[in-house]
């Protein structure tokens, strides 16, 4: 049993499960198929897995600039996105880029915005600079082109932790260089939806529970916290303990 977890509500399950990632094609379609997605937060040093039903509404990424205002960035999957410049308790708005934001990182002075450009022909995704002016203006600039299209970030140390449909990239912000941490070609079957760092190892949400990636002397080693009802399944992609 997995312990030290804290839940959003008491109306999920109590009891969790650490489980190697499927090794049959059956197994992972059934995973695919699973209708509860889960998210992992770290909060006041305590994990918190949050569950959520596949297909919700995406929250707003929001990150404030001091009693100046507010960068907002809108995800509306298939449609598209949008990341906004919001100020005047409100009242203002002006839009900045036309895409869909996953995470925002600040380093020496700047802030670096990762967003999804699936929803466009080319794919992908891209990270931009954004310079705040005098004149309450804002310096956008694209440095980066991503191959893969980022779902969720995670900022620490001076570097942007991106995770996509095949696994886990480090952006150090400063060289604006990538490097490969974890690769799964399998990801996509999951949607990941959020990452984080908690004593060492990664956690990524995902349908069906959290993927936790645990340094070894190779890399990193992939297992899954599960609801203890769902360890595996049974008849038509029914989960079971």
Excluded at 47 to 56: D, K, Q, R, V, Y
Excluded at 101 to 129: E, K, M, N, T
Excluded at 152 to 158: E, H, I, L
Aim: glycine share 12%.
């Amino acid at each position: 049993m997995l312990t030290g977890v804290v839940l959003a509500f008491a109306g999920a399950s109590s009891s969790w499960a650490v489980i190697d990632p499927p090794q049959s094609g059956v197994e992972w379609h059934c995973t695919s198929m699973v209708q509860r997605q889960w998210s992992a937060r770290v909060s006041g040093g305590q994990l918190t897995f949050t569950p959520h039903e596949s297909g919700a509404k995406i929250r707003d990424l929001v990150w404030a600039i001091g009693k100046r205002g507010q960068l907002v960035g809108r995800n509306h999957g298939l449609a598209g996105g949008s990341l906004e410049w919001v100020t005047d308790a409100g009242r203002q708005r002006r839009t900045l880029l036309d895409s869909k934001p996953v995470a925002f990182a600040h380093h020496r002075g700047d802030i670096f915005v990762a967003s999804d450009l699936s929803d466009r022909a080319a794919g992908g995704g891209a990270i931009y600079r954004l310079r705040a002016r005098d004149t309450g203006q804002w310096q956008i600039e694209q440095v980066l082109k991503l191959d893969e299209a980022p779902l969720a970030g995670y900022t620490r140390g001076g570097s942007l932790y991106l995770v996509s449909v095949m696994g886990v990239n480090r952006l150090d912000l400063r060289t604006l260089q990538t490097a490969r941490l974890h690769r799964n070609m399998q990801w996509w079957r999951l949607m990941p939806s959020s990452i984080v760092e908690h004593r060492g190892r990664w956690y990524i949400g995902a349908v069906r529970g959290v993927i936790r990636l645990t340094p070894d002397t190779e890399g990193y080693r992939e297992q899954w916290v599960v609801p203890a009802s769902c360890k595996t399944f049974a008849g038509d992609c029914e989960c079971a303990s």
